[in-house]
């Protein structure tokens, strides 16, 4: 993985001091909290319902075992004892006080880590694929890719105040597991003919009260132009986006107010005058940045070792979890476990400061001291000797993390809503848990199979609910929550923004509505059909009839 | 408003041109809006004084492109210091249309923006009462080599280590 040199160092270590003087200044009262919010905010510092909350970046999603531990004593130390992993490859605190906060990023600079541009209306943490680097369909490590854009964009100094935020996702595979669609400018690294890496740049896409898929902007691009091309994009966004309203500022209403065609002539205006500018990336800083991604030492293995099929063949919780959490590794003899953060009925994303230690220890034993953050919300060891997968499952299971749900209906990603966050109108958690233990039982979710619900506590749709095969809305009526239900939505690669089903739903019948949902897939379904499969072939008038047949039922 | 040129503290020569149709524009370093340079343009052609040009966050250096000539200062405004549209004018009269006079930020500007002022190719400021020369060389030196080029003329990260790793072959 990247590993800081003295620049990176030194910046991070220069933009705590610049932070602490900010702080100081806030703290004598010299910088209004109007003047101060832009500046915390573009440094991952909100002010939620009840106190701060500070959002440390993971750039995509990549992270050691000594960055989880040091998390791990920020947790204990400044917060309440744990930390909760966001829907971009981030970790929230939420207890922090304001004064420890250049205390809190003084001692993540000590690991490499930073809270810079986690929020704000700048070029937000890089996101990309979890699996990058080790699964075997990639055309190449998005990791790269990914660390070249975030050198790029951190403090640049022209995109800082841009009309809204803005997020990059990369991807290198046909599987789309980073929602490229969904961001501002998602890049799908690929080989063209001639077997030369480049990138398909689409712009324009997002999520929050207007969903829109981004579009390709540009089919192919070489790879030393990168950077100059998506510095063309941002100046003509940060030269002619709206500003007006706030809502109508991100890139995906400027590509729909002018349309893809033109909005690429722009772009392309622009980066003509600068494509062999200072921008262009040389061979030789690809290639250094290339070695830090290379592939750690593996050891000679053959796949399917004998004490795995054993293992499996003993213990069907083992074998549950390898089936629906383990996926097939690019190395021979090892494999990428995910390890999820939705025990039933628990908090998705939450974990606990001793669970981030044990954590730590496990992957240092079994996965070469790296992990990974899943935009869903869980945690990956990504090398992990097939050999020991046993050994790492009961280890985890003795710590409850060993739940076999990533992709099932259990495995939900849900927003903080009104629990934590000033602009949810309804709380999101507790739904969550609440349609995690009307689900818990095992054999019932393999049988449901892959399903992804995603819950959301207002409409700025933190928690992806527009592309949930399930999505689920809260919204506040006469003051009771009622939650607005879509369906058919998808963040991979057969990308789309759900329906909604009809009017919202009382918080007291939701779980029933999603029981409803689930019985009309299974009653319609045909062999090995998603849940996503059958309602794109079926529609919504069933699903639709069940849930509010039902609640007619119930009204008379 | 004090004014910082180049991270000094000087003595404005400049004077906005009032809307007063009948004052003079002729005595001194004026500064006139895009309205008074379009109305006024012959008047103010005649001359032999300074002439600078102030342009809101809504109006482009490419509307006075073919007169940028004429000015040896444009001042650009930040209505509020969260509209970023300025820094990206600024790098295009720098860059795109080579203008090497005075590029001044003029109204929200708080030291915070220092730095990233001086990246983007402004070299002079009206600053707050009570910010001083060392606010912005403290500023303007917070974060010692930049990640991107800029047009500080500090070198970047990437051809730092450039220059290392050929040093090292």
Redesign the interface.
């Known amino acids: 993985m990247y590993s800081y040199d003295a620049f990176d160092h030194a910046l991070v270590n220069q933009r705590v001091e610049q932070f602490r003087d900010q702080v100081a200044r806030r703290l004598t009262g010299e910088l209004s909290e109007d003047a101060f919010k832009p500046l915390r905010l573009m440094n991952g510092l909100y002010l939620q319902l009840h106190a701060y909350m500070l959002r440390v970046a993971i750039p995509y999603g990549t992270f050691s075992s000594t960055q989880l531990r040091k998390l791990a004593s920020i947790a204990r130390k400044y917060d309440r004892g744990y930390g909760h992993f966001t829907t971009r490859q981030n970790i929230q605190f939420n207890w922090p006080k304001l004064q420890d906060v250049p205390d809190i990023l003084a001692e993540l600079a000590e690991v490499e880590m930073h809270a810079i541009q986690t929020s704000g209306n700048c070029i937000r943490n890089v996101s990309a694929d979890q699996f990058a680097g080790v699964i075997a369909d990639e055309a190449d490590d998005a990791r790269i890719w990914a660390e070249v854009v975030r050198q790029w964009s951190t403090l640049h100094p022209e995109f800082t105040y841009l009309p809204r935020k803005f997020k990059f996702a990369f991807s290198a595979s046909e599987h789309d597991r980073a929602a490229v669609r969904f961001h501002d400018i998602g890049i799908i690294i690929k080989r063209n003919g001639e077997d030369e890496l480049g990138f398909e740049i689409l712009v324009g896409g997002g999520l929050g009260r207007t969903p829109m898929m981004a579009k390709t902007i540009r089919r192919f691009l070489p790879e030393r132009h990168l950077l100059s091309y998506v510095d063309a994009i941002l100046r003509v966004y940060n030269l002619i986006g709206r500003r007006d309203n706030k809502y109508k500022a991100r890139l995906k209403i400027l590509v729909h107010e002018l349309g893809i065609d033109e909005l690429s002539g722009l772009v392309e205006a622009e980066w003509d005058r600068i494509r062999d500018s200072d921008l262009q990336l040389p061979q030789a800083e690809i290639d250094r940045i290339r070695q830090h991604f290379m592939p750690p030492k593996y050891q000679p293995l053959e796949d399917d070792p004998a004490v795995l099929s054993a293992h499996r063949f003993e213990n069907a919780t083992f074998n549950h979890w390898v089936a629906t959490n383990v996926v097939t590794h690019k190395q021979p003899g090892y494999a990428i476990a995910t390890i999820s953060l939705k025990p039933i009925g628990g908090v998705p994303g939450d974990v606990q400061a001793g669970e981030m230690d044990a954590l730590a220890d496990l992957a240092d034993r079994f996965s070469l001291g790296e992990l990974r953050a899943t935009h869903e919300q869980n945690l990956v060891m990504p090398h992990v000797k097939q050999a020991n997968l046993f050994g790492l499952w009961s280890a985890l299971e003795g710590l409850g993390l060993g739940t076999p749900n990533a992709g099932l209906i259990s495995d939900i990603i849900a927003c903080p809503g009104m629990d934590y966050c000033g602009l949810a109108t309804a709380r999101s958690i507790p739904v969550a848990q609440r349609i995690s233990k009307r689900f818990a039982d095992l054999d019932r979710q393999l049988d449901i199979g892959q399903l992804k619900v995603k819950i959301s506590g207002c409409i700025n749709a933190c928690a992806h609910h527009h592309v949930g095969h399930i999505g689920i809305l809260g919204v506040e009526r006469k003051g009771a929550e009622y939650y607005q239900i879509s369906l058919g939505g998808s963040a991979a690669e057969d990308a789309a923004v759900g329906t909604i089903i009809g009017p919202a739903v009382a918080s007291d019948t939701i779980v029933d509505a999603v029981e409803a949902l689930i019985g009309v897939y299974i009653g319609a379904r045909n062999p090995d059909e998603r849940f996503l499969d059958t309602y794109r072939r079926i529609g919504l008038a069933p699903f639709k009839a069940a849930i509010y047949q039902e609640k007619l039922n119930a009204a008379a | 408003m004090p004014l910082l040129k180049s991270g000094k503290i000087i003595d404005d020569p400049w004077v906005c041109w009032d809307d007063d149709p009948d004052s003079d524009p002729s005595v001194g370093a004026v500064i006139v809006s895009l309205k008074q340079w379009r109305d006024s343009r012959d008047r103010l052609l005649a001359r032999a004084t300074p002439l600078g040009i102030v342009l809101t966050s809504e109006q482009?250096p490419g509307e006075i492109e073919a007169d940028l000539k004429y000015f040896d200062l444009v001042a650009l405004d930040f209505p509020v210091?969260?509209?970023?549209?300025a820094?990206?004018?600024a790098?295009?009269l720098r860059?795109?249309y080579g203008y090497t006079g005075e590029v001044r930020a003029v109204g929200q500007v708080?030291r915070?923006q220092y730095?990233?002022?001086?990246?983007?190719g402004f070299d002079a400021l009206v600053i707050r009462q009570g910010e001083t020369e060392e606010d912005w060389k403290a500023a303007t030196r917070?974060?010692?080599?930049?990640?991107?080029?800029?047009l500080d003329q500090n070198p970047?990260?990437?051809?730092?280590?450039?220059q290392r790793?050929m040093a090292e072959e």
Do not use: E, V
């Open positions: 482009t210091f969260t509209d970023g549209r820094y990206s004018n790098k295009r860059q795109r708080q915070d730095l990233a002022l001086h990246r983007c917070a974060i010692s080599t930049p990640f991107q080029p800029g970047t990260a990437m051809s730092l280590r450039q790793m």
